[in-house]
């Protein structure tokens, strides 16, 4: 059954970084609202909005104090409701960013559980009393340190799967659960599009057991929130899942619409650190490892799952600086990089930026970092004897604020982001790359997204072909053939900056008519660096 959102292009906007109406130097609604006409002209159909709701912005906003208002500095419920409706009229959509493995320390809910062992909201969160007189186990938060948190006042420790500011839920309470249904019911009324759903895999622990992801109850729990939230609407429900296999996505991606719509999975993006590691231990990207885990899940739906298609979030680092070359060949590589990823089946998702072309940042100084996790993990590191370089490193190459530096709308002062001073810094290359000029610039990096996005609008083959992998043993060339009935689409893109010649098997050879490519002309059986070609045969 064909769905709205298969054929859908999703822009993620982080608030925070996106553009600044009031000069505070942060992001706002109404800036937002003033950049919409940008998101209609590239052609996206929805937006996934990173948290905007009350945080004291521990975590930048997935700290959240109130699941029903909107924070401060981003505006107010009437701008929040004005920018559904003016992006309603653009034929737009919102995804709420749906935080509800945790709240802040800060919520109310929060503050009561805290003040005693009966208080009515203490099952609210998860709280065990020492063993030994220690933590009850070794679970480690993703932000470094114990999971654990000693709470002074009632003698015991809490659960934080994140910062201590960030104290889990306990979803085996079901009131807990019915006050998710309650604030997601809140979102749908308003008229939003749908959700995207946060580290949802951990809704299911069982701390006890160490047992964290994908927990015995977790799809369960979705579809108990599917029944009493968005299960009679017709939305886009996106689950965050670090470790779903194909089978674990078919069950939230079920077409009976039992759970979610798709999953967002991460194999791809941790295939550059070392098996076993953590993100920050790196090794270098194999393509073979690349083509491997796209073929895995380009082919392992049939019309039994749903799968996201993406490079970038707010989380990792900026794929042309990752994967392409952000220097002699930015224009090239950020143009095969997204020529490769929107040929294939399934929901694209463009992180705020990326249809520029914006690139990593290296700051100097450990200071003008703001990334709690970054931050956290620096110290750690300095702690355990890690030199300051490898630290920085590391940082430089993975940090979540190379995906937050403030969006390069022009060539003015801090990029057009804001007039005041910008809570992170701008990266400096804004004088070259930014959107004012790549809108008017037909060859820009912009308006060649914009194209792939037609490409996908225009061709059923995109959206629902079969796909084949080409070439599949060559280490510098990512190829394949999308095939619907008669339909036939070829990619061919030169994942490097050397020149390569190859040979495609014959039928595939003749390029009928060429959709989009990154360079002029084609030529035959050769590719220049980063080069990359969509052609029908
Ligand atoms: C990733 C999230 C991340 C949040 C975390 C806590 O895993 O997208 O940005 O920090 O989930 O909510």
Redesign the pocket.
């Known amino acids: 059954v064909k769905k709205w959102w298969h054929s859908s292009v999703v822009y993620q906007i982080y608030p925070r970084s996106f553009n600044d109406s009031n000069g505070d130097g942060i992001g706002d609604l109404k800036g937002i609202i003033e950049k919409l006409d940008y998101l209609k002209n590239l052609g996206i159909d929805v937006i996934w909005l990173s948290p905007v709701f009350k945080s004291p912005n521990d975590?930048n906003g997935?700290?959240i104090s109130d699941y029903e208002d909107i924070m401060d500095e981003f505006g107010t419920l009437e701008d929040m409701e004005l920018l559904l409706k003016e992006a309603n009229n653009r034929g737009i959509k919102i995804l709420m960013d749906l935080?509800a493995?945790?709240t802040s320390d800060e919520h109310k809910w929060f503050i009561e559980s805290r003040k005693s062992k009966d208080n009515a909201y203490r099952d609210y969160y998860i709280w065990r009393d020492p063993v030994d007189g220690h933590e009850p186990n070794d679970l480690g938060s993703?932000f470094s340190g114990s999971a654990w948190e000693w709470d002074e006042a009632t003698g015991q420790y809490y659960l934080h799967l994140?910062s201590k500011k960030?104290p889990d839920l306990n979803w085996e309470n079901p009131i807990v659960r019915e006050e998710v249904w309650k604030s997601m019911n809140f979102w749908i009324d308003k008229g939003i599009g749908g959700f995207r759903m946060?580290?949802i895999e951990l809704l299911g622990k069982i701390p006890d057991e160490k047992i964290i992801s994908n927990g015995p109850m977790l799809h369960e729990y979705i579809r108990e929130m599917n029944r009493n939230s968005f299960g009679d609407k017709d939305l886009l429900t996106v689950g965050?899942c670090?470790g779903a296999t194909p089978e674990i996505a078919k069950m939230y991606s079920n077409p009976d619409g039992s759970e979610l719509s798709m999953v967002f999975q991460f194999e791809h993006i941790g295939l550059d650190q070392i098996p076993g590691k953590d993100k920050w231990d790196l090794q270098p990207l194999n393509l073979i490892d690349l083509k491997n885990v796209f073929h895995k899940w380009q082919t392992c739906f049939h019309d039994d799952g749903w799968n996201s298609l993406f490079w970038n979030?707010?989380?990792t680092p900026r794929i042309v600086s990752r994967w392409g070359n952000d220097k002699v060949y930015k224009i090239e590589s950020a143009k095969m990089l997204a020529t490769l990823l929107h040929g294939l089946k399934g929901t694209p998702y463009i992180y705020q930026g990326e249809e520029l072309g914006m690139a990593n940042i290296k700051f100097k100084d450990i200071n003008q970092y703001k990334d709690i996790?970054t931050l956290n993990m620096y110290k750690d590191r300095l702690n355990k004897g890690y030199k300051h370089e490898d630290i920085m490193e590391s940082i430089y190459a993975k940090g979540?604020d190379n995906a937050r530096t403030p969006m390069q709308w022009s060539d003015e002062i801090d990029g057009g982001f804001t007039t005041g001073t910008p809570w992170i810094e701008v990266n400096p290359n804004f004088t070259e790359i930014n959107a004012k000029e790549q809108v008017s610039n037909p060859n820009s990096i912009y308006n060649y997204y914009k194209k792939l996005i037609e490409i996908r609008k225009n061709n059923e083959v995109i959206v629902y072909g079969d796909f084949e992998m080409l070439l599949p043993e060559d280490k510098n060339i990512f190829a394949y053939v999308r095939t619907l009935k008669d339909s036939k689409i070829v990619v061919v893109c030169n994942f490097y900056e050397n020149e390569v010649e190859y040979n495609i098997p014959k039928e595939y050879e003749e390029k009928k008519e060429v959709l989009i490519s990154n360079y002029g002309l084609s030529l035959t059986g050769r590719l220049r660096p980063f080069e990359a070609i969509m052609y029908r045969v």
């Open positions: 975590d997935y700290d935080v493995n945790h993703t994140f960030q946060d580290v965050e670090w979030n707010h989380d996790e979540r």
